[in-house]
T-cell receptor, first 112, second 110 residues
Framework: NAGVTQTPKFQVLKTGQSMTLQCAQD?????MYWYRQDPGMGLRLIYYSASEGTTDKGEVPNGYNVSRLNKREFSLRLESAAPSQTSVYFC???????????FGSGTRLTVV | GEDVEQSLFLSVREGDSSVINCTYT??????LYWYKQEPGAGLQLLTY?????DMKQDQRLTVLLNKKDKHLSLRIADTQTGDSAIYFCAVTDSWGKLQFGAGTQVVVTP
């Protein structure tokens, strides 16, 4: 099993550009999450999808949008990238509330 | 909301035991987890403990939970160079989502 797959692995954007980070899981998990990781701040939740067809804001949603395309895929979109969005982005999934998360390997995004 | 705190850095000699500590604020946390992150990689689930347990052992890993003090620890016995990584404590919040600490960088020296 591939687990959680994120694309791309690396990306450099200019301020104001847009892009979509892709995430797909093949474990038939119900819930999916997007986090960003910044030095000394741990992981902060951007958006999550508790089940197919639902999405909710996390701790730091401003500047981002998400789409739960189907049960497998959960994408994160930056409409107008800003340098403050330079970070490592992780997608995660889990079967349900009583389980730990399975993480993807991350997307390293730099906005210049 | 939930607040999860960890010390940021731990240095340990190869062969010694490592103890990584974590404190949290939400007494209703049901599941508590330890994740490991190696350089350039995602987070890997190491172990977890249910809130009705005091201790869980899994090979070289021992998790201790003190619910009264809201304190969680991870002990790694016979620490090896491959244990060098960032270790994250995570606990479930009132809505079942995971709240993560900032991570503890563990450096193993020969």
């Amino acid at each position: 099993n591939a687990g959680v797959t994120q694309t791309p692995k690396f990306q450099v954007l200019k301020t104001g550009q847009s892009m979509t980070l892709q995430c797909a899981q093949d474990m038939n998990h119900n819930s999916m999450y997007w986090y960003r990781q910044d030095p000394g701040m741990g992981l902060r939740l951007i958006y999550y999808s508790a089940s197919e067809g639902t999405t909710d804001k996390g701790e730091v949603p401003n500047g981002y949008n998400v789409s739960r395309l189907n049960k497998r895929e959960f994408s994160l979109r930056l409409e107008s990238a800003a340098p403050s969005q330079t970070s490592v982005y992780f997608c995660a999934s889990r079967p349900g509330q009583l389980y730990g998360y399975t993480f993807g390997s991350g997307t390293r995004l730099t906005v210049v | 909301g939930e607040d999860v705190e960890q010390s940021l850095f731990l240095s340990v000699r190869e062969g010694d035991s490592s103890v990584i500590n974590c404190t949290y604020t939400d007494s209703s946390s049901t599941y508590l987890y330890w994740y490991k992150q190696e350089p350039g990689a995602g987070l890997q689930l190491l172990t977890y403990i249910f809130s009705n347990m005091d201790m869980k052992q899994d090979q070289r890993l021992t998790v201790l939970l003190n619910k009264k003090d809201k304190h969680l620890s991870l002990r790694i016995a016979d620490t090896q160079t491959g244990d060098s990584a960032i270790y994250f404590c995570a606990v479930t919040d009132s809505w079942g989502k995971l709240q993560f600490g900032a991570g503890t960088q563990v450096v193993v020296t020969p």
